[in-house]
Every structure is written in C-alpha cells, then in structure tokens.
C-alpha cells in the first residue's frame, strides 16, 4: 500500500511540475483531507485487533469515496490528457481489491 500511495504521489507531483500548475484546494480535495484527519484522530485511540479493524474499514471506505469522487468529478473534469491518464490509472490502484 505504501508503494501505490507513494507512486501516485509521485506521479502526481511530477505531472504538477510538468504542466507548471498549482494545484488549487477544493470541496473534494478538503472532504477527503477532513476524513483523513478524522481517521487518523479514531486510529490513534486503538491497538490489536481493534486497530487493524479500524484501520481496514476506514481504507476500504476510503477508497470507495476516492473512486466516487473520481468517477463522478475529477476524471470527468480533467481537461488535460495526461491528467485524465494519471487520474484514470489512480482509479485502477484506488478500485483494487487486496487478494
């Protein structure tokens, strides 16, 4: 899971340099940083067992909202191709089921 979150930052960050934007705050972008904040104020609570839970549940919604917020707002909003291909692969990794 760090590899994946790592290189999407990555990619993310050398597309951002690429096209010389700055990426702008937004309704999407402040939810999912809010619901980061509050899961990680929830897990901090926790150990064992019941941190792993916790832990598995909040990514596993995590990712679902990513998805939604990538189908339903980003990818469709993408102007640039590039964005939209880095977007569209993001959802792949987001969508993905552990095995």
């Not at 309704?27 to 901090?44: E, H």
């Not at 880095?86 to 552990?98: E, F, I, M, W």
């Amino acid at each position: 899971m760090v590899t994946d979150h790592s290189g999407a930052i990555k990619m993310a960050s050398d597309l951002v340099g690429k096209l010389k934007v700055t990426p702008q705050e937004n309704d999407t972008s402040k939810a999912l940083a809010k619901g980061g904040q509050d899961a990680r104020a929830k897990l901090s609570g926790l150990s064992g067992d019941a941190f792993d839970k916790a832990y598995v549940d909040n990514e596993v919604g995590y990712h679902e909202t990513v998805v939604k917020a990538l189908d339903a707002t980003l990818t469709p909003n993408a102007q640039n191709g590039e964005l939209k291909a880095l977007l569209t692969s993001a959802r792949g990794v987001a969508a993905a089921r552990p095995r």
